[in-house]
């Protein structure tokens, strides 16, 4: 299933469960017409929705991720993160993007989500920053740049060598400082 795109596998699984793109939705909370869009026009969301619909489905995040089947050992060199194997995610309006480099999709059994990830500035600074939440719990370690994270009510600023652990069922905002980009390790748990 590796080789289709992220819309053709949410609908294989959808339809495969008999769910209307409606059930998803109320699932989901998300709208129709984004699922619609997720589905038909190759649409790539923010992880936070696609969490929630791995959820929904009953699927781990990795699912929808470039999934490989191989043996248990997962190992990845940071000279081997090549711009092609990325997933850029671009939510729609003035969001930050997030160039994710999945650190463990040849683990098919995980139950953790780890990524490599470039954060590029949002495209209006000084709008208001999008909180979004999901089930499980997140860990981030700043590698380069500043990392502007909003947990709750508390607003953080993380440099280089700064981590972060936090419940993500939380309303949160993770997006770039004032860097021009920032790198991070992250570590999604995502309970089943």
């Known amino acids: 299933m590796s080789d289709k795109k992220l819309g053709d596998r949410i609908r294989t699984y959808r339809e ?19 699922l ?24 781990r995040l990795g699912t929808f991720m470039d999934d490989n089947v191989d043996g248990d050992l997962c190992m990845t060199c940071r000279a081997d993160l090549a711009e092609d194997d990325a997933v850029l995610r671009k939510a729609r309006g003035k969001r930050a993007s997030f160039r994710y480099h999945s650190l ?54 993380l440099g280089p060598g700064d981590s972060i652990y936090y419940n993500s069922v939380v309303p949160h905002y993770v997006g770039c400082g004032d860097a021009p980009k920032t790198d991070i390790y992250a570590v999604l748990y995502i309970p089943q």
Do not use: C, W
Not at 129 to 138: C, I, R, V, Y
Not at 140 to 157: A, C, D, P
């Open 16 to 34: 495969g469960q008999e769910l209307s793109r409606e059930e998803l939705s109320r699932r989901t909370g998300l709208s129709v017409e984004f």
């Open 36 to 59: 619609t869009a997720l589905e038909e026009e190759d649409v790539t969301p923010s992880i936070g929705p696609l969490l929630k619909i791995a959820l929904a489905l009953g699927q």
């Open 104 to 157: 463990g999709k040849a683990k098919t059994d995980r139950h953790m989500e780890p990524f490599f990830i470039e954060v590029y500035p949002d495209e209006d600074p000084a709008a208001e920053k999008p909180l979004s939440s999901h089930e499980g719990e997140e860990f981030i370690v700043v590698m380069s740049g500043e990392l502007e994270v909003i947990v709750g009510n508390e607003r953080h600023i």
